[in-house]
């Protein structure tokens, strides 16, 4: 898995160099307190001194570390490795010179043998506790600081914003797995596109198209192509790969709102209807387009972020959330032929029709359905949501639904 290069908006990007390296060395000064404490049996008066004395190597590497974060460091794990051991070398040796400068002395040769020979003595405790802090604490916290959506918050995209793609000419030649193929009718389909659309932006949402692909049948299934955890965008890796052509115009619409990419490495495969966020647990669909590389480099990506993974089976249904999705509340819905298992969700609500199991949040009261499931409409509306209903049987037909018409960004 390998990480996007592309720099934060420099405001964030200097907060998040800033606040990886005070982490990372409050970590490590505390540790090396702790251990010095422990180890020499030391008397609590005492432990001021030690504190004393190491503050000035602690400032010296918040500062070098900084730099380093805002220049990259935090991107490679080797990097990590050697930004760790030099700064902690570095800051002991100055930090030391320093303690022996404020104490009236002068730096002769001998000082400064004596300054190296202590990186083997009592400061090597610390430059321990400062390498393994910068390689377990840094990038944890730089990506944390990356994915907040403050800082030059006018690039970012905004809460309530939908991105869409449309129809492409050859839409008709869309894959289909598990269901049969029938004709499509590509006029009717822009229009229920269109319809689509305007029911998002009556509901408040503002749209944003991902420029078209007219070759690229199934490009219209935006969803499939990135997934969103607050500002970080995970770019997918699709199972099928005649859609892989797909990710390079969606990458370029997340690049210019703003979004943190992060992606999904062959040979993992992960298609964004097979992620179904609730709170912050994340389903994801193990099944026929996201294999358990894809789930595994998720889950590298969005537990740092505060996200749990949980995979679930998916072999009945093109995607998870071809079975399942989820209400406002939290309550996942699905229809009890085409689930593998749903006591794997926390609360499972089971309704009457296959086209029923689909909804798209439109806010805390709100959901859009398809037009095809009335009797799963009206169920939810006896819950107290608004519904909002669409026709998109055109979509339908090559196992489409409404939530991978758009990616919605909360």
């Known amino acids: ?43 609590n008066e005492a432990l001021a001194a030690i504190n004393s004395y190491f503050i000035p190597a602690t400032l010296v590497a918040f500062v070098l570390l900084a730099v380093l974060f805002f220049v990259g460091a935090h991107r490679r794990w080797y990097l990590l490795v050697v930004a760790g051991v030099v700064t902690g070398i570095v800051a002991a040796v100055i930090g030391t010179i320093l303690t022996f400068v404020q104490a009236g002395n002068t730096v002769t040769g001998g000082v400064f043998e004596e300054v190296v020979r202590t990186l083997g003595g ?18 944890r916290i730089h990506r944390l600081v990356a994915a907040q959506p403050f800082l030059g918050a006018s690039t970012v995209a905004r809460v309530g914003t939908a991105i869409v793609r449309l129809p492409a000419a050859n839409l008709s030649d869309g894959q289909t797995t598990h269901i049969e193929r029938v004709p499509v009718d590509g006029d009717k389909a822009d229009t229920q596109w269109d319809a689509y659309l305007e029911a998002l932006t009556e509901n408040g949402w503002g749209i944003v198209e991902v420029e078209p692909a007219p070759d690229l049948a199934d490009s219209v299934f935006v969803e499939d192509a990135v997934v969103v955890f607050g500002g970080v965008a995970v770019l997918a ?20 709102l703003g979004l943190r990419i992060e992606r999904i490495e062959k040979p993992g495969t992960l298609d964004g209807g097979d992620v179904l966020k609730v709170g912050t647990t994340v389903y ?35 995607h998870l959330k071809s079975a399942v999705t989820a209400l406002p509340d939290g309550t996942v819905i699905g229809y009890p032929p085409l689930v593998d298992d749903p006591g794997v969700f926390d609360r499972f609500l089971a309704v009457p029709e296959e086209g029923g199991a689909h909804v798209v949040v ?28 669409v026709d998109i049987s055109e979509f339908e037909k090559l196992e489409g639904c409404v939530t991978c018409l758009s990616v919605r960004l909360r």
């Open 1 to 43: 898995m390998t990480r996007d290069t592309t720099p934060l908006p420099l405001p964030k990007r200097i907060v998040a160099a800033a606040l990886a390296s005070l982490a990372v060395v409050l970590t490590a000064h505390l540790a090396n307190l702790v251990a010095l404490f422990i180890a020499n049996q030391t008397r």
């Open 237 to 256: 890796s699709p199972g099928s790969e005649s859609r892989e052509p797909e990710i390079e115009g969606v990458e370029r619409t997340i690049r210019q």
């Open 122 to 139: 009592v400061n090597l405790v610390y430059v321990i506790a400062l390498t393994v802090s910068t390689i377990v604490v840094g990038p």
């Open 362 to 389: 439109l806010g805390p009261d709100a959901v859009l359905m398809a037009a095809s499931a009335p009797q799963s409409a009206a169920l939810i509306s006896e819950l107290g949501y608004r519904v909002v209903t």
């Open 284 to 318: 994801v669909g193990r099944g026929g387009r996201t294999n358990a590389e894809g789930i595994r480099q998720l889950r590298a990506i969005v537990t740092p972020l505060g996200y749990t993974v949980v995979a679930v089976p998916v072999t009945k249904v093109l």
